[in-house]
């Protein structure tokens, strides 16, 4: 071998001894890089350059410790790929109770999912919009891991699963914190209606028998005055969510009065969609400290509740974020409009609706509206449900036939199925399809539209869980629905719109 091969060789050696040293240099201010041929000569390796913040003490003789990326890349960075490990965040969702609809749901507290994912390490927050019939479903799924919802629907839930409430809800309004609500039993001012007693025989609207400010408070209102609305109004029409569906069948005149949350009436004037002068709040109980018309007591505002299971660093540190609301930065940087107190009690809203829940079983059952057509779902089956089709339309008095009812001034007819005229907006064969139903069907349809879960549903019925849900899938199927709550919204636009009901199934198919 020449000598010159020799020379080359030594030089090619030496390259590569001094690349790798460079390579294993762990100092943030990096050896110099280079490329290195067998017919150059290596440039000299600098020494390690010491970073004192992250070695402050480090002895000059030692090793630096192994670092993860250099501070300064160097000329050729871009050739240099480095590894870099991140980690996603986990997601957590946000059950909210959507009373004005989805979008609007998601317009008000996405603010607050905001505050929340920028507060608690290594989470995102995404909001859900849920109605009084779709929560149970999404927490029996596990679609959600927190819920904000009336306080009357937090004690409902509560007894059947171990929801732990995190904080109150503070409101903001006008500079004042509201920690309480009401409800608002209202009615054209040209209705010559003033007083709750003047409702005797007349039409309501509501959002549904499970629904707290929606209906709850109100009902509470009306047999502190001696007057059940079940037996001693003509009708009861539970409309569902938005609540601003209310306020415009009281405006048209399709109904007498209807109950909203307080604070609607307001906001929809706000709006610049009513003009508040032109209804009139019965049984008044405005308060100095309560800027909103309400009839009757006020009660804790909604809750934040945590399902269980929930990691409990998760639920602690969202419990600290949602009581550093309190500061006023946090609230003014983030744009939230409410903030959020300490929990309060909420055994008030709890006597409320075990007492309500409690009239219903004094009652001897909830299908004595539906008249003779009531044998058809058997006696064993009334006695079993607590609120039966009840998010419908509930009165122990026969049906008012629809031209009748929508009639201002109608008096209460008996039911003549023949002579219904309906203005609808429902095909018939809508109706066609339900009419198929079996009667189990129709019995586990009825306790799905009041929001009961598959086990409280074979519970009532004597059934296994796995049975209800073989008749749900069918239910979906026969109806063309693709989810519960599309169900129930197909079985309250028939009622509604076709004045039929399942109680007229159910006769039908006896």
Not at 91 to 116: K, N, S, T
């Amino acid at each position: 071998m020449g000598q010159a091969r020799r020379w080359r060789l030594f030089i090619v050696a030496t390259g590569l001894a001094a690349a790798l040293a460079a390579g294993l240099a762990p100092a943030p201010g990096r050896a110099q890089t280079f490329a290195q041929t067998s017919d150059q000569t290596p440039a000299p390796v600098q020494p390690p350059v010491q970073n004192p913040v992250q070695n402050p003490a480090q002895n000059p003789n030692q090793s630096p410790a192994p670092q993860t990326a250099p501070t300064d890349a160097g000329p050729r960075a871009a050739d240099q790929p480095v590894a870099v490990h991140t980690e996603r965040p986990r997601v957590a969702h946000v059950g909210v109770l959507a009373f004005r609809g989805a979008e609007l749901a998601r317009a008000r507290w996405q603010p607050l999912a905001d505050y929340l994912g920028a507060s608690v390490d290594g989470w995102d927050f995404v909001l859900v919009p849920v109605t009084l019939v779709s929560a149970p479903e999404k927490i029996e799924s596990k679609q959600i891991d927190f819920l904000i919802t009336n306080p009357g629907h937090y004690v409902t839930l509560a007894d059947q699963l171990a929801l732990s409430v995190l904080a109150t809800r503070e409101r903001r309004v006008g500079g004042a914190g509201l920690l309480r609500y009401g409800s608002a039993i209202f009615c054209r001012r040209d209705a010559g209606i003033t007083s709750l007693a003047d409702l005797r025989g007349k039409r309501l609207a509501a959002v549904s028998p499970d629904a707290f400010g929606g209906f709850q408070l109100a009902w509470h209102e009306f047999r502190r005055q001696q007057i059940d609305p079940f037996t001693d109004l003509a009708s009861i029409r539970f409309m569902g969510f938005p609540q601003d569906a209310i306020v415009a069948a009281v405006a048209s005149g399709e109904v007498d009065a209807g109950v909203v949350r307080a604070g609607l009436l307001e906001n929809l004037a706000a709006e610049n969609r009513i003009r508040l002068q032109d209804f009139r709040v019965l049984q008044d109980n405005s308060q100095p400290s309560y800027p909103y018309k309400t009839s009757g007591a006020l009660y804790p505002e909604w809750p934040f509740t945590a399902l269980p299971g929930i990691d409990k660093r998760l639920r602690e540190q969202v419990t600290r974020a949602l009581l550093d609301t309190q500061l006023g930065e946090v609230a003014q940087r983030f744009g939230l409009r409410d903030l959020w107190s300490a929990p309060l009690s909420y055994e008030s809203v709890r006597a409320l609706v075990r007492d309500f829940q409690a009239r219903d079983g004094r009652d001897g059952g909830r299908v004595s509206w539906i008249a003779t057509p009531a044998a058809g779902l058997g006696l064993g089956l009334a006695a079993a449900m607590t609120v039966l089709l009840a998010s419908i339309m509930l009165r122990r008095r026969a049906p008012v036939p629809v031209a009748a009812a929508h009639a201002p001034g109608a008096t209460p007819a008996a039911p003549e199925p023949a002579a219904h005229q309906p203005e609808t907006t429902a095909p018939p064969e809508d109706l066609a399809r339900f009419q198929s139903l079996t009667k189990r069907e129709r019995e586990v349809l009825s306790l799905i539209c009041v929001g009961k879960s598959s086990r409280d549903i074979a519970d009532a019925l004597g059934i296994s869980p796995k049975t209800v849900e073989y008749h749900r899938s069918n239910l979906l199927q026969k109806s063309g629905a693709k989810t519960s709550a599309h169900l129930v919204q197909l079985v309250t636009r028939l009622e509604h719109d076709l004045g039929f009901s399942l109680g007229d199934f159910a006769h039908n198919h006896e």
